[in-house]
Each structure stands twice: as C-alpha cells, then as structure tokens.
Nanobody
Framework: QVQLVESGGGSVQNGGSLRLSCEVS???????????MGWYRQAPGKQREVVAI????????NYADSVKGRFIISRDNAENMVYLQMNSLTPEDTAVYYC????????WGQGTQVTVSS
C-alpha cells in the first residue's frame, strides 16, 4: 500500500505563486526512486489532467502546454517527495492538485486545493 499526501495549496491572487509538496509513503517495495511521478489537476466540472511529469531520477521532465514556463516540477528521492513550484498563477489554474505515478499509479490522495482569484 502506497499513500500519497499532497500539501501546499491555498488561495492566491492572479500572478501569485505557490509551492506544492507530495509525500509518498507506505510500501517501500515500490522503490520511489524507480517511479516516474507526476502532478495532475482537476478543475470543477472538468476531467483530471496531467500538469507535469518527472522521470525517476529527474532527467526527463514534461509539462502541459498550459503551464510551460510557469511551473517547475522537482523531486527528492532521498525524502520520497515530489514538488511543484507554480508561478504566475492565473484563475485558469484553479483546481485540486494531485500527485501520482506516471505509469504505475496508486490510490489517489485527497489532493490540495489551489484557488487563484482575479
């Protein structure tokens, strides 16, 4: 069993910044350092979408077009953590943000709410 706990969300104004964190814990046999991880988001009335993906050792990173140049994904394999630095936030970024594996996915966590006001 693997648990995903997201944190760092909040309410900010247009143009603000937030840093999200995701702690991965539980069954260490999944070897966090071998997992490609991602951040996903789901806005009200919309399907969950991928925001950013980082490979197991961080060598390959991909972003959704809508966040390129504004968001930065990173990871700390020693701490089993994944981060998402979000800059220049807009109201369109308002959503619940989740982390999960890219290929090997686990039960979704509670997510963390990000609300951007205009």
């Amino acid at each position: 069993q693997v648990q995903l706990v997201e944190s760092g969300g909040g309410s900010v104004q247009n143009g603000g910044s937030l840093r999200l964190s995701c702690e991965v814990s539980g069954d260490t046999s999944y070897m966090f350092s071998n997992l490609a991880m991602g951040w996903y988001r789901q806005a009200p009335g919309k399907q969950r979408e991928v925001v950013a993906i980082i490979s197991s050792v961080g060598g390959t990173i991909n972003y959704a077009d809508s966040v390129k140049g504004r968001f930065i994904i990173s990871r700390d394999n020693a701490e089993n953590m994944v981060y998402l630095q979000m800059n220049s936030l807009t109201p369109e970024d308002t959503a619940v943000y989740y982390c999960n594996g890219q290929y090997r996915q686990f039960d979704w966590g509670q997510g963390t709410q990000v609300t951007v006001s205009s």
